[in-house]
Structures are given as structure tokens and as C-alpha cells.
């Protein structure tokens, strides 16, 4: 058996230089083992005492069969590969020999042989059992490499692939952040009327406020800081602002206020509170647990836009 | 005999200075007014002082065809009064005169 052993090895090492993938290697392994087994496993129930030589040759005919069949292979596709992988799993262990090889055919008219001794011999060895188990282990494996589906090739990955992959094991460890994908802020739309010629109602201004956890005060100082304007809130709760303006510029006000205001600037979660800290804003994040502190509203130079003589005469 | 570690080193020297002498540093707040009807009012504020901002108004009512003027704030400094809305057109021409940086510029308003 030493012998064999050193045959088997520089095929091995064959095999290795011509797959270069750590997978095929495993797989190559397996298939060596399968049909070794089992003809020992045959030639033992055969003669109890062993019969090395008609073992060693029958394990040194197999050698070369595969020797021939990888050489054959090497141009065929992964596919092909696993088809024919399949195959000889299928000559070994059901026994009819489906190869596509003549001197596989060859070899498995022996197997063939040996098979139909053994069907009538059946159920009976442990070794048979062995052999099946041995059979078994080896399908699992194949199995597991045939579950991510580029093993067994040397293909370059596509970058897609591999992006996907990373992805799928990142959501098989956390499942968490699978749950929050991205959690989308949906806000309702500011219900914008027009009161009169000059003034605009902003109807569910404390709604929105509420909806943003945050005072109406900072909110209303923020709006009329940022539109140049002044207004206050009336009995109704709803929001005057002196000017003409549409739904559409108040939304975009709104986004920049929840935007500076409202999302976290570091995970830009919505779920942050407003402290004031010695004169300043601070943004504490309740997902992430950070804190930075934000501008402060200021209106900036205003221009005059009344008649100065109004103002004048309001002042003297 | 000159010890290294003596030298006298100052880490600040270049931000003192500033990145670019050619821009301006701190932000500059474009805002809009409304005024009666339908007329607007574009506000410049935060321009550095060391610019003649006579000259840049010059050139922003012959290129915009409004007319602006220049109001001297005592909290603000000298800040950039134009008419009607010019917030789209000081933007792009700030920073293509090279006198502010895009993330300088804070546009206000709806």
C-alpha cells in the first residue's frame, strides 16, 4: 500500500497545479476517496485475508483513470465538471456506469462486476456500511461547495458577486440592520393657506412640531428667520407669516430645518433631542448617542422693505 | 551647536494666514425678502471686508440688470443689497469671480 500511496501522490500534486482553487482540491479529494473505498471495502468482502496485490492494482487502474479523465476535463467548463463529478459518484455508488470515457467504461465494467457481487452480498458487512457512509460524507460536501455557486470554478469574480456576497454574509450576522434597512422619514406636508393678500396660514404648523419632537418656538423663529419675514401663531394653532408663500418653499424650509435640526449628523437618524447648554444648541442622538452642537437661528441683516416714512412715523 | 528640539516652531503660522489669500474666509449669507406684490429683495451679507464692494456691485447690476446698492449695518458690516431675486445669479457669479468657495455660500429663503 505504500506504493500506492506514492503514486497517488504526484497526481494529487498534479491535480493542485492544474485547479489552483483551494475548493477543487477538496472535491478531487473526494472523488479519489469514493471509488477507493468502496473497492476495498468489495475486494475485502471478496477475501477476508486481503488480497493486496488485486487490491493495489485495482487502486492503480483507478489512479489512471482519473489521471486520463482530469486531462480530458481540464478544457471542459465547471459545469461539465460538476456533471461529470456526479457521474462518477453515480458509476461508484449505484453501480451502472454511465462514463463518458472509454477507459472509464473500461474500469467500470470491472466496478461493474465487483458491484453485482456485492448487491447479492449486500447488507450483511460492516465495511459495505462504511463505504456507504464514507459515500454519504462525501456528498454533503459537494453539496456545500455546490451551495455558493462559484466554487469549483477559476473564473474571476465579478465585482457584483462579490459585493453581493459581502452583503449577504453582513445581513446573516447582523440581522438587525437587515430589520432597519433604512428606515425613511416620512413627514406629512405643510398645509399652506393664503389668508388675505399678504399673509400665509401654515395650518398644522403644532402637528409638525409635535411630528419633530422639537418646540414650536424654535420652529417658528427658524421660518421667519430664514423667509426674512415676521409672524406668530394664532388661537387655532395655526402659523401667520406675513408674505405670500407656496407649499412648495415652505417644504423646502422645512427639509433644510429637519436637515440642520432634526437628523443626526452622524447616522442621520431622526431620533435626536434639542438640548440648550450654556447659550448653545446641542443635538443629543438617541440611536447613536452622539452630540454635536448645531447654529443657532439668526436672521442676519434684514433689509428695509416697508415705506421708510411708516417707519418713521411709527419711531418719532 | 543648534538643538532641534529648541527651535522656535510656530504650528499656526499658515492658519493664521489663511488657506487662500484670494478667498475670503467665514460664510456669506445670500437671503431674499419679499416685498409688495411680487417684487423680492436679494441680500448679500459676509463679504470680506478687504473687497471693494462698490466694485462688485458695479459689476453685479450690469451683469444681473437690477440695481443694487451698498448699506453700511453697524452689527453686519457693508452688505450687498440687490433687487428682485438674485440668489441663482450671485451664487454662480461669486464663486466665477473667485471671490467665495461653493460651500461658502448660504443661500436662505424659500
Do not use: A, R
Given at each position: 500500500m505504500a506504493e500506492d500511496e506514492a503514486i497517488f501522490d504526484p497526481t494529487l500534486k498534479k491535480k493542485k497545479k492544474k485547479k489552483k482553487t483551494t475548493f477543487d482540491i477538496d472535491a478531487a479529494l473526494a472523488e479519489g476517496d469514493a471509488p477507493e473505498s468502496t473497492t476495498n471495502g468489495l475486494e475485502d468482502n471478496e477475501a477476508p485475508p486481503a488480497q493486496e496485490d488485486a487490491d493495489d492494482n485495482a487502486d492503480i487502474d483507478l489512479d489512471f483513470t482519473k489521471q486520463k479523465k482530469k486531462k480530458k476535463k481540464k478544457p471542459f467548463s465547471t459545469d461539465d465538471l460538476e456533471a461529470a463529478l456526479t457521474d462518477i459518484k453515480d458509476e461508484t455508488g449505484a453501480g451502472e456506469g454511465g462514463g463518458q470515457d472509454d477507459e472509464a467504461i473500461d474500469d467500470n465494467f470491472d466496478l461493474d462486476f465487483n458491484k453485482l457481487k456485492k448487491k447479492r452480498k449486500n447488507k450483511k458487512n460492516l465495511d459495505e456500511i462504511m463505504a456507504e457512509v464514507d459515500d454519504k460524507t462525501d456528498d454533503k460536501e459537494n453539496v456545500d461547495d455546490n451551495a455558493?455557486?462559484?466554487?469549483g470554478s477559476d473564473r474571476d469574480y465579478t465585482y457584483e458577486e462579490l459585493l453581493n456576497r459581502a452583503f449577504e454574509i453582513m445581513r446573516d450576522k447582523n440581522p438587525d440592520m437587515a430589520a432597519g434597512k433604512k428606515q425613511k422619514f416620512v413627514m406629512r406636508p405643510p398645509q399652506v393657506v393664503k389668508v388675505g393678500a399678504k399673509k400665509t396660514s401654515f395650518a398644522n404648523f403644532t402637528e409638525i412640531c409635535k411630528m419633530l419632537h422639537r418646540q414650536p418656538k424654535h420652529l417658528l423663529d427658524f421660518l421667519l428667520a430664514e423667509l426674512g419675514t415676521s409672524g406668530s401663531v394664532d388661537g387655532n394653532n395655526h402659523l401667520i407669516i406675513k408674505g405670500r408663500f407656496q407649499q412648495k418653499q415652505l417644504e423646502n424650509v422645512l427639509r433644510r430645518y429637519i436637515k440642520e435640526y432634526?437628523?443626526?449628523?452622524?447616522?442621520?437618524?431622526?431620533d435626536t433631542i434639542l438640548q440648550k447648554d450654556t447659550r448653545l444648541f446641542f443635538l443629543q442622538c438617541e440611536t447613536c448617542g452622539s452630540r454635536c452642537s448645531v447654529a443657532s437661528i439668526k436672521s442676519g441683516f434684514q433689509a428695509v422693505t416697508s415705506k421708510r416714512a411708516a417707519i418713521r412715523a411709527k419711531t418719532a | 551647536m543648534s538643538i532641534q528640539n529648541l527651535n522656535?516652531?510656530?504650528?499656526?503660522a499658515d492658519a493664521s494666514k489663511g488657506a487662500d489669500d484670494d478667498v475670503q474666509d467665514g460664510l456669506v449669507h445670500i437671503r431674499i425678502q419679499q416685498r409688495n406684490g411680487r417684487k423680492t429683495l436679494t441680500t448679500v451679507q459676509?463679504?470680506?471686508?478687504?473687497?471693494?464692494l462698490k466694485k462688485i456691485v458695479r459689476a453685479c447690476k450690469k451683469e444681473f440688470a437690477c440695481n443694487g446698492t451698498v448699506i453700511e449695518h453697524p452689527e453686519y458690516g457693508e452688505v450687498l443689497q440687490l433687487q428682485g431675486d438674485q440668489r441663482e445669479n450671485i451664487c454662480q457669479w461669486l464663486t466665477k469671480a473667485g471671490l467665495a468657495k461653493p460651500d461658502q455660500l448660504k443661500v436662505h429663503g424659500f
Open positions: 455558493i455557486t462559484w466554487t432634526v437628523t443626526c449628523h452622524t447616522c442621520k437618524s431622526p | 522656535t516652531f510656530d504650528p499656526f459676509g463679504l470680506s471686508s478687504e473687497y471693494d
